[in-house]
Structures are given as structure tokens and as C-alpha cells.
């Protein structure tokens, strides 16, 4: 299961009309993501690293589970387990410039 940009603080423009559908979203994502790691699959989350070059997973895990309302709701619903695979991508793409493609080839 590759999870892309669910850690994130929903700190733009229009972001206030995406919280509700975000929220949904991140609850069906929870529950599938729980019924795939029972059947034994590997979880892989991709995250942006809005720019802060010398970051970690972790810290924007953290940062996002601080925040009030649904934002940090969603952050503690999705966050990773322990046996969860986390990458940071450099832009959009989460294949351009992080080891994606090699981690789908190893699992």
C-alpha cells in the first residue's frame, strides 16, 4: 500500500473547504490500510517535505499530530507503524528523487 501526502498540515489556500472530505478520506484509508497490513502487506508512506531540506519523517509526523482540529486528527488516524516504511520526496513526484522504485522492486 503506498500512502502519498496524508501527513500534511493542510496549510494553503482553500485548505479550510478540503478538511471534511480530507478527514473521510483518512478514516477509509485507516480502515484499509488495517485490513492489508492483517493480510500481510507492506506499507509505504510518501510524504512532501514542504521544503524543509533537513527533516525526518518523524518530525513532520509529529508537527502535523500537534495541529487542532481534523488536520491533527487525520495525522494521529494515518500515522505510521513501527514496521511502516517512510520516504520524503524533494517535489510532486514521489519516484523522482527518493528510492520508491527501488523499495516496490524489493517488497
Request: glycine content about 6%; overall charge neutral; hydrophobic content about 45%.
Amino acid at each position: 500500500m503506498l500512502v502519498v501526502d496524508f501527513i500534511n498540515p493542510l496549510q494553503f489556500p482553500g485548505a479550510e473547504n478540503l478538511l471534511k472530505a480530507a478527514l473521510q478520506a483518512a478514516y477509509t484509508t485507516s480502515k484499509l490500510k488495517q485490513r492489508l497490513k492483517e493480510s500481510g502487506a507492506t506499507v509505504i508512506y510518501a510524504n512532501d517535505n514542504y521544503g524543509i531540506w533537513r527533516s525526518e519523517f518523524r518530525d513532520l509526523l509529529q508537527a502535523c499530530k500537534a495541529l487542532p482540529g481534523a488536520r491533527g486528527e487525520i495525522a494521529k488516524m494515518l500515522a505510521p507503524s513501527g514496521d511502516d516504511l517512510t520516504i520524503l520526496k524533494p517535489l510532486h513526484s514521489a519516484f523522482h528523487g527518493t528510492p520508491l522504485e527501488h523499495l516496490l522492486k524489493e517488497i
